[in-house]
C-alpha cells in the first residue's frame, strides 16, 4: 500500500476535507500522514491519521486575530504573512525527509507551495487539491474578483488585463521574494509565470473537491483538473443533551454560524437575534457567541460553541453563514435553505452559487440589519423549498470520497 502525504493550511474548512479524504486513505489500507499546523494535531488523531507539525499554534493564533484576516482584498496578505510564509520552506524539509522514507504521493493545497518546491526539487508526485473554484483562475463566466461579480458583457481581455494587473502589483510582490529564496537556494531557476495563474498548480494532476453542478470547468482550467464532489468530514457524535431536548421542544431552529475561523463577531450575533425576532423563528447560535450577546438569549434562542452539522442540519430550519464551501455543502446535503454572509476569499464566489442553485441568497456583511427580511423571504419562498430537494439527493460525499481515493491509488 502506498505512504500518502496531505499537507493544507487555514482554518478547520481549509483542514477538514483532508481529514475525509486521509480517513478514506486510510481504510482502504494506506499510511497517510497529514501535515499542517499543530492547532489540528487532535484532529488528525481521532481521524486515525499520522501528523507532522508545521509552524506553530502561535502563527495561527496571530492570522485569526489579525484585524485585516476578514478584508475581502488584504485577508490573503495576512494568510501569507503569519501562516503559509513561515511554513514554506518547513515544508519542503518535512515532505524531503517523507520521500527518503518512502512516500509514494502528496496531495497538497495550491498555496501550501513547499510541497510545489518539493515536486521541482525531488520529484515527488503532487497533486493540487481546490477547496473552492475561486482557487482556479478564469476569464470565462461566472467570474468573480474579491467580492466583485465580474458582469457577464465585460470583455476577455479586461478579465486578463485585471489578473495581470493584481498579479503585478498585488500577489507577485507579496510571494515571490520568500519563494524564490527557497528556489534558489536549492539551485531552481527562477519562475517565469504567474505564481497564481500557473506555477502552483501541479502538472501532473489536480482534484477539485466541488461537484460539477455547484462549479462547473471553466475551458481555461488546468486540463489535469479532475472534479471529485465534496468529500465532507463527519466526526460524528451525538448531538449534547441539553441541544437534544431544545431541538425535541418546538420548531426545528434557524442555525447561525459566522464561520469556524470567526474570533467573535458581536455585529453578526446581534443580527440573528434581531432576525429571530422579526420572523418569529427559533434560533441557534454557533461559535464563539460574545457574553454580552448570550446574557440577552431569550428562551427561544439557544447558543452552543461547536456541533457537528452532520447531526443538527437534517434537524435545522435553515442555515445562516460565512459562505466557506464546506459549510455550503453541509447544507446542500440536509436539504435546507442558506443565507450566505460573505466577508473574503471563496465566500463571495460561494455565495454566488448558492444563489445560481436556488437554495439560498445572501446578504452584505456591511448590511447586516437586512438579515431578518431576507431569511424571512427565503423561508417563505417555495421554490427555495424545490430547490434544495432537488440538490439534497445530489450531494453525494461516499462518493465524492471514493472517487479520490481511486485516483490516489491510480497515481500512487
Known amino acids: 500500500m502506498a505512504s500518502v502525504a496531505l499537507v493544507t493550511f487555514g ?19 494506506h499510511d497517510v500522514v497529514l501535515l499542517t499546523n499543530p492547532a489540528f494535531a487532535a484532529d488528525a488523531a481521532r481521524s486515525g ?28 496578505g495576512v494568510m501569507w504573512r503569519y501562516l503559509l510564509r513561515p511554513a514554506l520552506e518547513p515544508t519542503y524539509h518535512a515532505l524531503a525527509e517523507l520521500a527518503r522514507d518512502g512516500c509514494r504521493l502528496v496531495l497538497a493545497s495550491p498555496v501550501a507551495m513547499g510541497a510545489r518546491v518539493a515536486q521541482e526539487k525531488l520529484g515527488l508526485p503532487l497533486v493540487s487539491v481546490y477547496t473552492a473554484a475561486t482557487m482556479l483562475r478564469t476569464v470565462h463566466n461566472p467570474m468573480t474578483l474579491a467580492q466583485w461579480r465580474v458582469p457577464a458583457w465585460t470583455p476577455r481581455p479586461a478579465r486578463r488585463l485585471a489578473w495581470r494587473l493584481l498579479d503585478r502589483y498585488k500577489l507577485q510582490p507579496l510571494v515571490l521574494p520568500t519563494l524564490e529564496k527557497l528556489r534558489s537556494g536549492l539551485g531552481l531557476a527562477p519562475i517565469a509565470q504567474s505564481v497564481f495563474g500557473q506555477w502552483m498548480h501541479s502538472p501532473a494532476a489536480g482534484l477539485a473537491l466541488f461537484p460539477s453542478w455547484f462549479a462547473a470547468a471553466a475551458p481555461d482550467w488546468p486540463g489535469q483538473v479532475v472534479q471529485a464532489g465534496f468529500p465532507l468530514y463527519d466526526d460524528g457524535g451525538d448531538l449534547p443533551e441539553p441541544l437534544q431536548r431544545f431541538l425535541a421542544d418546538g420548531t426545528p431552529p434557524v442555525v447561525f454560524m459566522p464561520g469556524t475561523a470567526s474570533q467573535g463577531n458581536p455585529a453578526f450575533y446581534q443580527a440573528a437575534l434581531q432576525a429571530c425576532r422579526q420572523t418569529g ?78 437554495v439560498g441568497a445572501q446578504v452584505q456583511h456591511g ?17 427555495v423549498g424545490r430547490a434544495c430537494a432537488t440538490w439534497a439527493p445530489q450531494t453525494t460525499p461516499d462518493a465524492a470520497r471514493g472517487a479520490v481515493a481511486s485516483l490516489v491509488e491510480r497515481m500512487a
Open 367 to 383: 448590511d447586516l440589519t437586512a438579515m431578518g427580511g431576507r431569511l424571512g423571504r427565503l423561508l417563505a419562498d417555495p421554490a
Open 49 to 76: 491519521l499520522a501528523f507532522r507539525a508545521l509552524g506553530s499554534v502561535a502563527d495561527l493564533e496571530q492570522t485569526l486575530a489579525h484585524p485585516k484576516l476578514w478584508h475581502p482584498v488584504d485577508g490573503f
Open 11 to 29: 482554518s478547520a474548512g481549509d483542514v477538514h476535507p483532508m481529514l475525509a479524504i486521509g480517513r478514506q486513505l486510510r481504510d482502504r489500507g
Open 281 to 358: 423563528e427559533r434560533g441557534l447560535l454557533l461559535g464563539r457567541v460574545p457574553q454580552q450577546v448570550a446574557d440577552q438569549l431569550p428562551a427561544s434562542v439557544q447558543s452552543a460553541a461547536y456541533v457537528p452539522f452532520a447531526s443538527l442540519l437534517p434537524r435545522a430550519r435553515a442555515l445562516v453563514h460565512h459562505g466557506g464551501i464546506g459549510t455550503c455543502a453541509q447544507a446542500l446535503r440536509a436539504g435546507i435553505p442558506q443565507l450566505v454572509v460573505p466577508q473574503a476569499y471563496d465566500q463571495f464566489d460561494n455565495a454566488m452559487r448558492v444563489e445560481r442553485l436556488g
